[in-house]
C-alpha cells in the first residue's frame, strides 16, 4: 500500500487513519454513565463434565445480536458475550452442545452521553463496537467469568487481559 500506516503492527489506509483521528476526537467527547448487566446467566450440568476429562473454555461476543442506537446526544450500546466450557477443544464443541458443560450468557449495557451532537457513522460505529467498547467490557467479563465458575464450584480461570488491539477496520 502506497499511501498505508502502521497502527499497532496492523496496516492502515489513509482512510483508516481518518476513521481512528476521528475516532479519537469522538472518545474525548464521550462520557460513560452507566455499565449495566440486563442479562446474566449460567448453566452447569455436571453429569456431562467427566470426572479427570481435560476441560476447554471458550467466549466470543455474539456479534449478530449487538445492538447500537443513537438518539441525539445519548448512545446506548448492548453486547452480549457468550462463555462456554466443554470437554473437547474444537470448533465442533461450540457448536454441538453435547460437549459443553458450563454455558455463561451475559449481555452488557453501556449508556454513553456525547458532550455534543456528533452523527456517528458506520465506520466509525464499527470501529467502536470492534476497537473500544470491547476493551471497556473485558475486565467486567472476566470478573463474570470468574465469579460464575466459583459459584458452579468449577476451577478457577482468570481470562488473558484484552493486550491485542483488534483489527477493526477491513483494510
Excluded: W
Amino acid at each position: 500500500m502506497e499511501n498505508a500506516i502502521s497502527c499497532n503492527g496492523f496496516a492502515l489506509s489513509r482512510e483508516d487513519e481518518d476513521v481512528i483521528m476521528i475516532l479519537e476526537d469522538l472518545l474525548a467527547k464521550m462520557n460513560i454513565e452507566n455499565i449495566s448487566i440486563p442479562v446474566y446467566c449460567y448453566h452447569f450440568n455436571s453429569v456431562k463434565l467427566k470426572e479427570g476429562a481435560s476441560m476447554y473454555y471458550h467466549f466470543m461476543i455474539d456479534d449478530n445480536k449487538v445492538s447500537f442506537q443513537q438518539k441525539e446526544k445519548q448512545v446506548n450500546v448492548t453486547i452480549p458475550y457468550i462463555f462456554a466450557a466443554s470437554t473437547k477443544d474444537n470448533e465442533k464443541a461450540k457448536e454441538e452442545n453435547e460437549e459443553i458443560f458450563f454455558n455463561l450468557d451475559i449481555e452488557y449495557a453501556l449508556l454513553i452521553t456525547l458532550e455534543e451532537e456528533v452523527v456517528i457513522d458506520d465506520d466509525l460505529k464499527k470501529a467502536l463496537l470492534q476497537g473500544v467498547v470491547p476493551r471497556i467490557l473485558h475486565p467486567y467479563f472476566r470478573h463474570s467469568v470468574a465469579e460464575s465458575l466459583q459459584k458452579a464450584g468449577l476451577p478457577q480461570l482468570n481470562l488473558p487481559f484484552f493486550e491485542n488491539v483488534a483489527e477493526f477496520i477491513d483494510a
